[in-house]
């Protein structure tokens, strides 16, 4: 509709205009100057009269009174050419907004609108808002996967790119997680449905995009105060260059007048209130096309801010997935007894060190007795009672806590593990006092964390720490293969927490990357909390302020990049606003400016910040600048 009052705008006003030129009676170019004026003011009076309500001026109300003080003045043609420009650019906007929005609302229509289900025996077709959790769904070679749902029979490869931004197909088999709007690849599919329609993480992400569009940036919230002001100077301004030439130095009103609302024109902060949101809505829309959310514009300005970056060690700079390499039972213990009690309560678990012992279990044919009393202890181990017998599971640490001493012998196995960068842990049973085994797990690093740490410091990142729960062997052998500047080990969740306060006194704003789920007061505590590998991950999604949801350590600096480009575009696009206005405003004072040119210039300057920041939904680039 936008569109249809704007050609109906420019069309009236025309044909008005070429009435008068004519010598046509001046009835009929009234009335098409009033639809004109009608057409051209409508949205902009809605918008104005619903802020003026809530006793807020708007841009809006500036121009329209603009267009009816020339008309009042006997120059209704410029009047509605104001109109009719001031028309254009904001349909212009909203189209231009609008892209943004659309790219993001564009990824659930990647999602099916029918799933073939296996119901009672039949299989049907539905419409996916009729699916409900337990449902089993048929997926073929190359169809789009409806439903987010957990493999239970098939296997193929997965194009998960419009949720982990990844180009790479992903392998699926029995048991591992699929995603609604992802596309399968050669292989038939059978899923049993984990989450309803409304509900999919596409879903999900689709909602957080548009509600971190909708909060405002600290730079968008203090423009929209100074709006606020600057709109009512401008009103009073437009009284002042009335009244007062007339009235004190004896000029004619309809000069001063006409001079009054060339002012209203030239001197409305259109452009410079539209400079933030225009660059903010296009950097969130491409972050998250590309795996990466952003939960806010107040996020995305302090991620272009950091100084220094904390990661947390397990599946963050290392690979986040250990393997059981040592396993020595102690005592009367043999390795098989060992392993599948202790593997029995670290079942319970969801750490990743938990689960490599439970792989190994598995890995060996061990069926794992029913653990229960189970209870974990962040940063130290696990206890659980099987088969009547209560196991402590941990590091030293715990036992330390605990009040139980180490044998020589146990202390010697532990000092000759952590030597090898190996984590090592201890398994006792309570109550005879006896030690069940001793464990060595193993975590690699990632292959492109050593250069992600390399190029966040030569961006200007003037510090990168690795933060770990591990013992300080491990942790100097993973921090020298990383590159860090510095770390540090045997912390608990509440003294990263207090680490970070201090990073932060120390360096300025500071980022905490971690998994989003072990980490989750340590992101609280940070400037920006990032966490990765968020598809599928409630807590991830929750906790942080900035999801990468890719497993993939190579998104950050494509985030901070981003970031970093919609700082440097809102700076430019609020420089060339007030550039704009006070160049206009000199013009109008200096050369008496036509109201149709200082239009013209009001409004160009407000479409090329809009496209300005459209740019940001094309920034690819890994790399980015300094601080």
Not at 243 to 260: K, W
Not at 424 to 439: H, N
Request: hydrophobic share 50%.
């Amino acid at each position: 509709m936008e569109v249809l009052f704007t050609v109906i705008t420019l069309l009236a006003g025309l044909a008005a205009w070429l009435g008068e030129q004519l010598g046509l009676p001046g009835v009929g170019g009234a009335a098409l100057y009033l639809v004109a004026y009608a057409a051209g003011g409508y949205y902009g009076l809605l918008d104005g009269l619903e802020l003026l309500r809530e006793r807020k001026l708007d841009v809006n109300l500036l121009m329209i009174l603009a267009a009816v003080g020339a008309a009042f003045i006997g120059q209704p043609a410029e009047g509605a050419a104001l109109l009719f420009l001031f028309s254009l650019s904001n349909t212009l906007q909203t189209y231009a907004m609008g892209r943004s929005r659309r790219a993001i609302e564009a990824l659930l229509d990647l999602r099916p609108k029918t799933a073939t289900v296996r119901r009672d025996g039949e299989v049907v077709t539905l419409p996916v808002e009729e699916l409900v959790v337990g449902d089993r769904v048929l997926v073929r070679p190359g169809e789009r996967i409806p439903i987010d749902g957990v493999v239970v029979d098939g296997n193929s490869q997965v194009d998960q790119a419009t949720i982990t931004g990844e180009s790479m197909p992903v392998a699926k088999g029995v048991g591992d997680p699929v995603f609604a709007g992802t596309v399968n690849g050669n292989g038939s599919l059978e899923i049993e449905t984990t989450h309803r329609a409304q509900d999919t993480t596409l879903a999900r992400i689709v909602q957080m995009v548009e509600e971190a569009q909708a909060a405002k940036a600290n730079t968008q919230r203090m423009l929209d105060d100074f709006e606020q002001v600057y709109a009512v100077l401008v009103l009073l301004g437009a009284v002042l260059l009335t009244l007062v030439p007339v009235l004190l130095l004896g000029h004619e009103f309809q000069p001063s007048f006409y001079r009054a609302m060339t002012w209203l024109v030239v001197a409305s902060p259109c452009a410079l209130v539209i400079s933030t949101p225009a660059s903010i809505l296009s950097a969130i829309a491409n972050a998250a096309r590309h795996g990466v959310l952003f939960k806010g514009g107040l996020h995305l300005e302090k991620t272009a801010a950091i100084r220094a970056v904390a990661f947390d060690k397990t599946g963050t700079l290392t690979v986040g997935k250990p393997r059981l390499q040592t396993f020595i039972p102690l005592g009367v213990w043999d390795e098989v007894d060992a392993l599948r009690l202790i593997a029995a309560v670290e079942a319970r678990s969801e750490h990743p060190l938990a689960q490599a012992i439970v792989g190994a279990a598995h890995e060996r044919g061990l069926s794992l007795p029913e653990a229960t009393d189970f209870q974990a202890f962040p940063g130290l181990g696990v206890e659980g009672r099987v088969e009547g017998m209560k196991l402590w599971i941990g590091n030293a640490r715990m036992f330390a806590r605990r009040g139980v001493p180490l044998p020589e012998n146990v202390r010697s196995l532990l000092r000759e593990l952590e030597g090898r960068g190996v984590t090592a842990m201890l398994a006792y049973r309570v109550e005879d006092a006896d030690w069940l085994a001793v464990i060595g797990v193993a975590d690699a690093l990632r292959p492109d964390a050593a250069a992600v740490v390399q190029r966040l410091k030569d961006a200007g990142v003037q510090r990168v720490i690795m933060l770990t729960g591990d013992n300080e062997r491990v942790a100097a052998a993973i921090a020298a293969q990383a590159g860090v500047d510095e770390f540090h080990a045997g912390l608990l969740p509440q003294d990263k927490v207090a680490l970070l306060r201090s990073l932060r006194a120390k360096y300025g704003p500071t980022a905490m990357v971690g998994d989003g789920v072990n980490d989750a007061p340590a992101l609280a505590t940070a400037d920006v909390g990032i966490a990765m590998g968020g598809a599928g991950t409630d807590v991830a999604l929750e906790t942080a302020d900035v999801v990468l949801m890719a497993d993939d350590l190579e998104k950050l600096p494509f985030a901070i990049g981003l970031a970093r480009a919609a700082r440097r575009v809102v700076w430019q696009n609020l420089v060339f606003s007030l550039a704009v206005i006070v160049l206009l405003v000199a013009l109008a004072f200096g050369v008496r400016l036509p109201l149709p040119f200082g239009v013209l210039g009001h409004e160009g300057s407000t479409v090329l910040v809009v496209l300005n920041g459209l740019r940001l939904l094309g920034y690819r680039s890994q790399g980015f600048s300094k601080v």
